[in-house]
C-alpha cells in the first residue's frame, strides 16, 4: 500500500513514519512518497527516517520527490501537511496580526485566517490533483487551519478526504487519565469544529463520568485545561473547552503575552527549526538524535503564553508525546483493513449539527470502516456554542468565498466579522498588511 506525504519535508514526519514502523500486520503501508517544494528539507527528513528504519527489517521504502503529480499517482492514502509560506509565513501572520492589537495564531482569529487564505487555493489545487490522478485514494488532511481546509478539498473530493487533529486526542486522554479510565475504552462526547469544540461527556461502560470530575475540585484543577481554563469557569460552561477556546476566553490576556514575549511562536519554530535542518545537512550529523532533542524542545514550549497567563505551569510528561501519527494510522487501518473504530474527525457534517448545512466541515465522533467516516449523531449545541461555532463557520465560508472569487472585500469581510477582531477598520488595515507580506495572497483583487 502507498502513502504519499504532502509536505513531506517538514518536521512532524518522522512521527508519522515512526508509527508505520509498529505495524506489521497483512495491509500495510509499504511504500511513503515524501513530496516538498524543498528538497533540501526532503533529504534532512529522509535523513532521520534511514536512521528511524535502520533497525526494522521490513520498513516502508522511502522515496522522495518535488514532482507532485509523480508523487500522487498510484497512491493509496495521501496524507497532506503542508505549510504554505512557512514558517516565515507564520512569523509574519503574527506578527502583523498584533501589531494590531488583535491574535495572530496560526488557525485562530487574524492569523488562522491569512493562514487559509493563502493555503486554501493551493488545497484545491492538490484536491483537483488527486481527482485526475488517484481517484480512489483517501486524502487524510493535517493541513491548518484543518477544518477550513478539509472543507476547500471535500467540494472536489466529498468523502474521501477526512482531517484530522490530535488536540481532541489529547483532551479526552488527559480527561479518562484524571478520572482513571482506560483512555482506549472511553466514548468521548466531543462537539464543534475544528480548535473551537467541546467535551460534554466521557462514558465508560454507558456511564457518564465527566459530572463527577466537574464536581471535584482537586480534580478537575489536576490537569491542563483545569489549570489553563480555572475550575469555576468550566463548571460553569459544564464542559471541558478544547485548549484553542483559552485564546476566545481570555483573548485580551492572551494577546498582551504575546505582545510582551521575546518570540512569537511562529517565530521561535522557524529559527529552532532551521538550526535543525542545517545541521541534519551536515554529513556526520546524528540525524535522529537532532530531531528528538529538537522535538522536546518543541512539545515542552507548546502554548507556554497561553499557560504563563493561566498560571497552569509546565506540560505534563504524558502530553509531549505528540498524538495526530497515532489518530493518522488507527484511520488508514480502518479503512483499509475495515478494522471500524471510533475517531474524532473533521468531516462534512450531513445532519450532525442542526444549526450547521450538510456540507459544512465539522469535528465529532465519527464511525470509520471500509467506507470512509460517518459522523455519530450528538445532541444540539448549548447557546454559547451555537453563536461561536456559527460565527466562526461563517467567517470560513467568507475565506473560501475570497480564495475562490479573489475578492478583496470577501476577504475584509472574513477578518471583520471574526469575534476576535473589533473593527472593519482593523479588518481592512489587516489585509493591506497580510498582501503586503504574503506574494501568495496577490490573487485578492
Known amino acids: 500500500m502507498k502513502l504519499t506525504i504532502l509536505g513531506g519535508g517538514g518536521f512532524r514526519v518522522p512521527l508519522v513514519y515512526g508509527a508505520l514502523l509498529t505495524d506489521h500486520a497483512e495491509g500495510r503501508v509499504t511504500e511513503v512518497v515524501l513530496h516538498d517544494v524543498d528538497d533540501s528539507r526532503l533529504y534532512a527528513v529522509a535523513r532521520v527516517l534511514a536512521e528511524q528504519a535502520a533497525t526494522v527489517a521490513d520498513a516502508p521504502t522511502v522515496t522522495a520527490t518535488t514532482d507532485l503529480d509523480e508523487a500522487l499517482r498510484g497512491a493509496d492514502f495521501v496524507f497532506s501537511a503542508i505549510r504554505v509560506g512557512g514558517l516565515e509565513g507564520r512569523a509574519n501572520d503574527e506578527r502583523v496580526a498584533l501589531a ?71 483532551l479526552g486522554r488527559r480527561i479518562a487519565r484524571v478520572l482513571g479510565a482506560n483512555p482506549s475504552e472511553a466514548f468521548v462526547d466531543y462537539v464543534g469544529l475544528n ?64 505582545q510582551q514575549a521575546e518570540k512569537t511562536r511562529g517565530a521561535f519554530l522557524r529559527d529552532q527549526q532551521a538550526r535543525f535542518y542545517e545541521e541534519v545537512r551536515r554529513p556526520d ?110 467567517v470560513e465560508r467568507e475565506v473560501l468565498a475570497a480564495a475562490e472569487s479573489g475578492s478583496r472585500a470577501s476577504a475584509v469581510k472574513a477578518f471583520a466579522l471574526h469575534p476576535l477582531v473589533d473593527s472593519v477598520h482593523v479588518a481592512r488595515r489587516l489585509v493591506e498588511g497580510y498582501t503586503a507580506v504574503h506574494p501568495g495572497l496577490a490573487y485578492l483583487g
Not at 206 to 217: I, K, T, Y
Not at 221 to 244: H, K, M, Q
Not at 353 to 379: F, I, K, Y
Request: charged letters at 25%; aromatic letters at 6%.
Open 285 to 394: 550529523a546524528a540525524a535522529l538524535t537532532a530531531w528528538d532533542r529538537t522535538r522536546a524542545e518543541r512539545e515542552a514550549t507548546y502554548m507556554a503564553e497561553n499557560r504563563e497567563t493561566a498560571g497552569a505551569g509546565e506540560r505534563e510528561a504524558d502530553d509531549l508525546s505528540g498524538g495526530y501519527e497515532k489518530v493518522a494510522l488507527a484511520l488508514m487501518r480502518a479503512i483499509a483493513r475495515d478494522e471500524r473504530t471510533t475517531l474524532i474527525l473533521n468531516v462534512r457534517n450531513r445532519s450532525t449539527l442542526s444549526v450547521l448545512d450538510t456540507d459544512a466541515v465539522v469535528e465529532v465522533p465519527c464511525l470509520v470502516d471500509a467506507n470512509g467516516a460517518h459522523p455519530v449523531s450528538v445532541a444540539p449545541l448549548p447557546g454559547h456554542a451555537t453563536g461561536l461555532v456559527c460565527a466562526v463557520k461563517g
Open 100 to 170: 494590531e492589537g488583535v491574535l495572530g495564531q496560526e488557525t485562530v482569529g487574524a492569523g488562522g485566517i491569512a493562514y487559509g487564505l493563502r493555503t486554501v487555493p493551493v488545497a484545491v489545487d492538490i484536491a483537483r490533483r488527486v481527482a485526475r490522478l488517484a481517484p480512489d485514494a483517501w486524502v487524510i488532511n493535517f493541513t491548518n487551519p484543518a477544518g477550513l481546509v478539509t472543507e476547500a478539498m471535500s467540494r472536489h473530493l466529498g468523502d474521501r478526504v477526512i482531517g484530522i487533529c490530535d488536540s481532541p486526542v489529547g
Open 195 to 258: 480548535h473551537l469544540g467541546w467535551v460534554r461527556g466521557l462514558r465508560v461502560a454507558g456511564r457518564d463520568e465527566l459530572p463527577r470530575l466537574l464536581a471535584d475540585s482537586d480534580l478537575l484543577g489536576s490537569f491542563e485545561e483545569g489549570r489553563l481554563f480555572g475550575v469555576d469557569w468550566l463548571r460553569s460552561l459544564g464542559a471541558i473547552p478544547n485548549e484553542y477556546l483559552h485564546y476566545y476566553y481570555f483573548n485580551r490576556e492572551t494577546v498582551r503575552a504575546y
